[in-house]
């Protein structure tokens, strides 16, 4: 079956609320990541632990998201929080979330600290990826894949030390913190990709300027989302992700604006761009 573009649509998810107080952000959000999903008319989740306000992922959590197309469940949740006991269970979902295709680890870099820059260094990182190779559900031993693992890298990050961390990784998804920085958006992105050749890489973003905690410009959202499909249709991108889920009822300019332009553009077809659609299995 041909792809459309809405199939390489993410949208972030945390749970109802969770940003609410914080971030300048006006309201509070009673949506739930698979209530926003439907709603922006986007088929993939990425649910990301943000605090204590969500609990660990089990058998009835993921029953909504059985409705969707596919889902990534964090495993490095926000502020690069992770444990060896929710990895555990993140890793058994897939038993009965066949839609589950990987694992996400947010925020998981950081300044370099005694060698180090990632929350998980490479020796865990390489025993995590054995893991996800027999951990995957129906849909994932059923195409002869393991589950992918995805990471965030943010656009302030790009001199870190990471390539060997990003190496093992198939999905490098890209942010820009700071809505001022967007106007280096193709410089970056450029960097990105050398950075990354050989990995799907997901494009992100922000509804919200978050680094700055007020409202995203209309221009900006309209921007990043124009040329996160030019990339698409290119190649360049194999995905963009909107984030975030729980503020997708707050009746924002730039959510409702991209849930029109979603509306538009998304059941064009995707130009066959052979293997660089598939994700390349990282070493």
Sequence with gaps: MRQTIRDALWLWGHEAGSHDGQYGLPGSSRITPVEAAH?????????????????????????????????????????????SAEIDQVLRLPACLPAMTGVMMDDFFHPEQNGECGVLPVAQLRELRARLAVAGGRRARAAGKPLDLWVVLYAHQLELPVREHLALCDV????????????HLERNVAAWEALVPRSRRVLGCYMWDYGQSRPLPLAQMQRQCELGLQWLRQGRVHGLIFLASCICDLELETTEWTRDWIARVADEPLADQGRATEPCRAG
């Excluded at 943000?50 to 969707?68: I, K, M, N």
């Excluded at 490098?172 to 106007?183: G, N, S, Y």
């Design 39 to 83: 709603y922006m008319g986007i088929p993939n989740v990425i649910m990301v632990r943000y605090g204590s306000r969500t609990a660990p992922p089990d058998r009835q959590a993921a029953v909504p998201f059985r409705s969707l197309r596919e889902v990534v469940w964090s495993v490095v949740g926000a502020g690069g929080t992770t444990g």
């Design 172 to 183: 490098v998804t890209f942010w820009t913190w700071k809505a001022c920085d967007l106007a």
